[in-house]
Antibody, heavy 116, light 107 residues
Framework: VQLVQSGAEVKKPGASVVLSCKAS????????MHWVRQAPGRGLEWMAV????????SFAQRLRGRLTMTSDTSAGTVFMAVNSLTSDDAALYFC??????????WGQGTLVTVSS | ILLTQSPGTLSLSAGERATLSCRAS???????LAWYQQRPGQAPSLLIY???TRATGVSDRFSGTGSGTEFTLTISRLKPEDCAIYYC?????????FGQGTRLEIK
């Protein structure tokens, strides 16, 4: 299984960014797709999880309201939108596939830069 | 659940054994504690889940122990490629949380 993420993004403060994550296996929809981000030189921050098949989602409390997740199961792709970007959202964003308790397969990451 | 890792940085020589600690602010349900390795410039990779089960393809030099609030990752016979930051992560309670990481340097 491989996860391939979309390319780097540069956005202005207040804008939105949409990130994508494509899985190489058809049955990924039965697994859990997590999103984790890492600010420059910082640790890992869990953001959200979706089960594409069930449509169930869960978000980190402090990001709730600014995140939207959708899935295109026929294309094996999950999307996450982050709205109302600030400089604090500048980070490397990872998608990761696994179970509800741990993250087994990670994408290569998408760098999001927020700059006016 | 807050996870506190220690030490912050560990500097050891090749061939030695590394012991990394992860302490939780409350007991982790089901011992759903995982360890990840993140080499410079790379995405994290899963080493251990369920506190002690090695992920597929992970060397038996890596072992995890612990339960409740105290967990340990041990890396035996250190190699230069073990130079990385190691994170613990709990999945027993929502939301998932990560420790702040331990940087392992190989002298």
């Amino acid at each position: 299984v491989q996860l391939v993420q979309s390319g780097a993004e540069v956005k202005k403060p207040g804008a939105s960014v949409v990130l994508s994550c494509k899985a190489s296996r058809d049955d990924f929809t039965n697994l859990y797709m997590h999103w984790v981000r890492q600010a420059p030189g910082r640790g890992l921050e869990w953001m959200a999880v979706v089960t594409p098949n069930a449509g169930s989602m869960s978000f980190a409390q402090r990001l709730r309201g600014r995140l939207t997740m959708t899935s295109d199961t026929s294309a094996g792709t999950v999307f996450m939108a982050v709205n109302s970007l600030t400089s604090d959202d500048a980070a490397l964003y990872f998608c990761a596939l696994g179970g509800p308790q741990h993250l087994e397969i990670w994408g290569q990451g998408t760098l999001v830069t927020v700059s006016s | 659940i807050l996870l506190t890792q220690s030490p912050g940085t560990l500097s050891l020589s090749a061939g030695e054994r590394a012991t990394l600690s992860c302490r939780a602010s409350q007991s982790i349900s089901g011992n759903y504690l995982a360890w990840y390795q993140q080499r410079p410039g790379q995405a994290p990779s899963l080493l251990i889940y369920g506190a002690s089960t090695r992920a597929t393809g992970v060397s038996d030099r890596f072992s995890g122990t612990g339960s409740g609030t105290e967990f340990t990752l041990t890396i035996s016979r250190l190699k230069p490629e073990d130079c990385a930051i190691y994170y613990c992560q709990q999945g027993g309670s929502s939301p998932i949380t990560f420790g702040q990481g331990t940087r392992l340097e190989i002298k």
